[in-house]
């Protein structure tokens, strides 16, 4: 099954054209799943064929499938609204604007540089991260940033008294019976991404920022492989009950939660894209490392590309070019 044609095309010249080794991806339509596995898992030091069952660092895709899934269970719960101001929970921003809603939906305009980032110990980074300003972009312009849902993770904490990561796994992936994700990867098992400080990455997060943090980050971490993502995305469809909320509350994921109409659209966590017919809103998402999921529930279709475009070298901008020509494709033949 496959009605996707041009886009699998587009996908898979990826490989061909040398934009990224390799890739693991499926289609899927009401319940078909078509899947597929081309290129190699590497590239550098030598070259090694890919694998079906192959896990990614997911990066991004951590804030939708795991942070934002635990607080929906917890909205679904009666437990938050996501009214809630940051400063009930950290008291650093007992006097600043931002709520919940703020940071699911990218609009809190909470940004800024902090010196010699990726050098300080955790303890620190998490310190200087709670002292960013708020900017006057608040409520007025969506900017994506893994600070908010840094700070999401640091709620979850002091909702729960563990780590962020931990309830992640306690919460979503062990309930969904999810086999292949985790925060604590087996090497032999991923395909590397970058070469940092002449060490290849590999069942090692990408992120900076998240191999800093370990436990305590809610924005980056995950490792998952292509089969646990089709089970998660068929929760989304509404197929199982994977996911740890009722299917009335996700179908609500699928409509814009931004709080001005000013600002791009975004719902929890997850970007939207519209059907070019009638408007209708998929939810996407898209992970540094090279990998992103578009899905759409109202004629039950979905697309999930695995690759690691940050390999050996995380310059590839060519990626993002034709990460959008893939993703308008799939848009225009998702009849």
């Known amino acids: 099954m496959s009605d996707f044609f041009r886009t699998q095309y587009l996908i898979e010249s990826m490989v061909s054209e040398r934009i990224v080794p390799g890739v693991n991806y499926a289609f899927i339509k009401n319940n078909q ?6 290129g190699f898992s590497e590239i550098y030091p030598e070259t090694k064929q890919l694998s079906p069952y192959s896990e990614y660092d997911l990066a991004s895709l951590t804030k939708v499938l795991g942070t934002t899934n ?11 609204n996501f009214n809630e101001p940051l400063g009930d929970f950290l008291p650093e921003f007992k006097d600043k604007p931002v709520r919940l809603f703020h940071l699911l939906t990218h609009t809190s305009g909470i940004r800024g540089w902090i010196e010699n980032r990726d050098q300080l110990p955790a303890s620190d980074l998490l310190e200087a991260i709670k002292k960013l300003p708020v900017t006057d972009e608040f409520e007025t312009k969506m900017r994506y940033a893994d600070t908010n ?16 990561q931990d309830i992640i796994m306690d919460e979503v992936v062990k309930p969904a019976g999810l086999k ?3 925060f604590k990867a087996n090497k032999a098992d991923c395909v590397p991404t970058a070469v940092v400080d002449g060490q290849l990455l590999q069942g090692v997060v990408h992120d900076p920022k998240a191999r800093v943090l370990g436990k305590r980050c809610g924005s980056a971490g ?10 998660l995305t068929f929760g989304y469809l509404g197929r199982n009950n994977l996911l ?8 609500e994921i ?4 931004s709080n001005s109409k000013k600002v791009h659209p975004r719902s929890w966590g997850w970007d939207l894209v519209f ?6 809103p998929l939810i996407f998402h898209t992970g540094f490392t090279g990998t992103f999921i578009l899905i759409d529930r109202q004629k039950q279709t979905a697309m999930i590309v695995l690759t690691n475009r940050v390999h050996p070298t995380g310059h590839n901008q060519i990626f993002l070019t034709m990460r959008q020509r893939i993703v308008d494709s799939f848009l225009a033949e998702n009849k």
């Not at 059907?275 to 209708?280: F, G, I, L, V």
């Open 149 to 164: 849902f840094i700070l999401l993770g640091l709620v979850l904490e002091q909702i729960y008294h563990k780590s962020v």
């Open 275 to 280: 059907d070019p017919e009638d408007q209708h």
């Open 254 to 257: 699928f409509g814009i939660k």
């Open 222 to 231: 995950l490792f998952s492989n292509i089969d646990d993502l089709i089970k």
């Open 244 to 251: 740890p909320f009722s299917q009335e509350l996700t179908s």
């Open 33 to 38: 799943v078509f899947k597929a596995t081309i």
């Open 180 to 182: 292949y994700t985790t």
């Open 70 to 80: 635990v607080f929906l269970k917890l909205y679904q719960e009666g437990r938050l």
